[in-house]
């Protein structure tokens, strides 16, 4: 199969291109580098040393035995986008090429006009590019469980059947974003459903919950081709974050003083669901969504787990809540389905499968606690007002 991957440099991008190629599949890819430019602007970088794009390059050329097809540029070019699908024609399309971070989006005016321009023109950009270049390509669109807020009742897999005056049907789940961020990638579901059923595109929209760790496969960690490894309080996943302030000495850092539910996918669990959706198209027309986690875990209780998998390997992290920045409010019930990519075969590798992948993260991470900056962990991004001030820690 031939994959080209939308914002390729980034965490999921780098590697997923790697675990494709493994398979023997053909890889393509393009990035502008402003994932890079983004995390420099909050003060933040990758904990794990990352080549220049022309090194890692070479240095996936010389693992793999071939060079990658890359490309430099942006997705609000149409010109660029159209030429890229019409050079490369791709049997499968991996869009992860959007500014993914939900408080950079609430900073400030000017953040939130760049959210939407760089991912819904984006997106719009690429489904009329797909229209005349390549349209029997199957597109994986990264969503985000997010798009569906948090709702008291069981979250179903983008569809649901409805009984509504004594008529049924099929709707789409109700959503309710829960930032600026989260309603960039609202759009683009309308925009790709309509788009789907419009000219017979296909796709699927992976709703995501938040992805973490450093490895895609067992074995020795190959320096030049490591992933990124954000743990800034704006573009790294709070459980990144908490296990790089295990592995440095800070305390952990759960916001609030609820135990607000998500749903977590390691990184190499993200690689085999994104495998699995590329693998198994829809039919044209359709616009499908795949609810893609392992497990729903509280944020606190998430806390604990990186705790106790940090003192499994000598370290002795604390706990200590911030004041939540997030305009949020309790959690009575939090139950995503995610039925689908069970029957294409994946089965998740449950609690202590997570707990593992904590404990080879931190280690994997310890030759390079020196790269992770202590500044950058506390938010001061806030909902209602925007950036200022550092987040406080609460009394116990």
């Given at each position: ?29 393009i990035d502008n580098g402003l994932r890079r430019m983004l995390v420099m602007s909050v003060e933040g970088g990758s904990a794990t040393p990352i080549l220049p794009t022309g090194q890692r390059l070479a240095a996936f050329e010389k693992e793999y035995g071939a060079p990658l097809w890359f490309r430099h540029g942006d997705m609000k070019d149409y ?121 017979g595109l296909r796709g699927i929209n992976i709703a995501q919950g938040p992805v973490f760790g450093l490895r895609i496969a067992d074995g020795p960690l190959r320096e030049p081709l490591l992933t990124r490894f954000d743990t800034d309080a704006v573009f790294g996943t709070c459980i990144n974050r908490f296990m790089a302030q295990a592995v440095i ?148």
């Amino acid at each position: 199969m031939k994959v080209l991957i939308l914002g390729i440099d980034g965490y999921l991008g780098w590697s997923l291109a790697q675990h494709l190629v493994s398979l023997g599949h053909e890889v393509g890819g393009i990035d502008n580098g402003l994932r890079r430019m983004l995390v420099m602007s909050v003060e933040g970088g990758s904990a794990t040393p990352i080549l220049p794009t022309g090194q890692r390059l070479a240095a996936f050329e010389k693992e793999y035995g071939a060079p990658l097809w890359f490309r430099h540029g942006d997705m609000k070019d149409y010109g660029f986008v159209y030429k890229v699908l019409a050079d490369f024609q791709p049997d499968g399309i991996v869009d992860l090429a959007e500014i993914p971070a939900a408080p950079w989006s609430m900073a400030c005016l000017s953040n939130v006009v760049d959210s939407f321009t760089n991912n819904v023109v984006g997106t719009l950009n690429l489904s009329f590019a797909m229209k005349e270049a390549c349209p029997e390509a199957n597109l994986i669109k990264l969503g985000t469980l997010g798009e569906y807020g948090s709702p008291d009742f069981d979250i179903a897999e983008g569809y649901f059947e409805v009984e509504y005056h004594g008529r049924e049907g099929t709707v789409q789940f109700p959503k309710d974003g829960p930032s600026f961020y989260h309603l960039t990638k609202i759009a683009d579901t309308q925009n790709l459903i309509f788009a789907c059923k419009t000219w017979g595109l296909r796709g699927i929209n992976i709703a995501q919950g938040p992805v973490f760790g450093l490895r895609i496969a067992d074995g020795p960690l190959r320096e030049p081709l490591l992933t990124r490894f954000d743990t800034d309080a704006v573009f790294g996943t709070c459980i990144n974050r908490f296990m790089a302030q295990a592995v440095i000495g800070e305390p952990l850092t759960p916001y609030g003083t609820t135990n607000q539910q998500r749903a977590w996918l390691p990184l190499r669990e993200s690689m085999e669901c994104l495998t699995l959706a590329l693998e198994n198209p829809p039919e044209p027309g359709v616009f499908d969504v795949f609810n893609q986690f392992n497990q729903v875990i509280g944020v606190y209780t998430l806390a604990e787990m990186v705790q106790e998998a940090g003192r499994e390997i000598g370290l002795d992290p604390q706990i200590k809540r911030l004041e939540n920045p997030r305009d949020e409010k309790p959690q009575a019930w939090y139950n995503p389905l995610n039925d689908k990519l069970r029957r294409l075969g994946y089965q998740p590798a449950g609690i202590e499968g997570l707990k593992r992948v904590m404990r080879e993260t931190m280690i994997d991470l310890i030759p390079f606690k020196d790269r992770i900056k202590r500044e950058a962990l506390i938010p001061d991004i806030w909902w209602t007002s925007g950036q200022g001030r550092k987040a406080e820690f609460l009394e116990p």
